[in-house]
């Protein structure tokens, strides 16, 4: 397997609550995403980094932030929970961003937003 | 992702063999993934296709038709430890990294 760890595994929380999610990586892999999945949507990207401090949003970013501070560390913030924002969230990495990049990913964080 | 049509779910029996299809629709093209995500667990990479053809591990083979922007996932002497969801993704030319995601194909095998 490779070594992402995401935690919190599960969090429920209320709505307007912050919420801050983990991924850490022990691959020293460039690249990381997070996405978030729900029923009849498969994943969707929220956010990328292609290196310390280099992100940028993905298809559904609205209402989250991220920060890469370390190679090692991803962080997904929601500013201000909304009950949309309920979903398994996965963060994956890739050691290239082109070509065959291959991505892994961590087991998943399950958000409930009460 | 809206770009990427699979089926939702299909069943076939343990032993038989099974086919997915994957249609998509991207500006330019730099791959195709299979993932293989069973219930409750975590996306794990399967094949990746860039060329024309068929790529073939083991009891899992990958077909991709670049001009008809579609490809398949084969899955030979099904096992019952093969039911799970299968997922496209493909990656634009321009899309650098980002993979679109389609929904997902649930496989279930029956005994």
């Known amino acids: 397997d490779a070594g992402i760890t995401q935690s919190p595994r599960h969090k429920v929380t209320e709505t307007g609550t912050p919420v801050t999610l983990r991924c850490h990586q022990t691959e020293n892999h460039r690249y990381m995403y997070w996405y978030r999945q729900d029923p009849g949507h498969g994943l969707r990207l929220i956010h990328y980094s292609y290196g310390v401090k280099d992100t940028d949003k993905g298809e559904v970013s609205d209402g989250y932030s991220v920060s890469r501070s370390k190679t090692e560390d991803f962080l997904l913030t929601l500013e201000s929970a909304t009950s949309s924002q309920t979903s398994v969230y996965f963060c994956?990495?890739?050691?290239?961003?082109?070509?065959?990049?291959?991505?892994?990913f961590g087991a998943g964080t399950r958000l409930s937003v009460l | 992702g809206q770009n990427i049509d699979q089926p939702t779910e299909m069943t076939a029996t343990e032993g038989a063999i099974v086919q997915i299809n994957c249609t998509y629709q991207?500006?330019?093209?730099?791959?195709l993934f299979w993932y293989q995500q069973h219930a409750g667990e975590a996306p794990t990479f399967l094949s990746y296709n860039v060329l024309d053809g068929l790529e073939e591990k083991g009891r899992f083979s990958s077909f991709l038709s670049r001009s008809k922007g579609y490809s398949y996932l084969l899955l030979k002497e099904l096992q019952m430890k093969d039911s799970a969801s299968y997922l496209c993704a493909a990656v634009g030319e321009d899309s650098w990294g980002k993979f679109q995601f389609g929904a997902g194909t649930q496989v279930v095998v029956t005994p």
């Open positions: 991207t500006s330019g093209f730099n791959g």
């Open positions: 994956a990495i890739s050691d290239s961003g082109a070509g065959k990049n291959i991505q892994y």
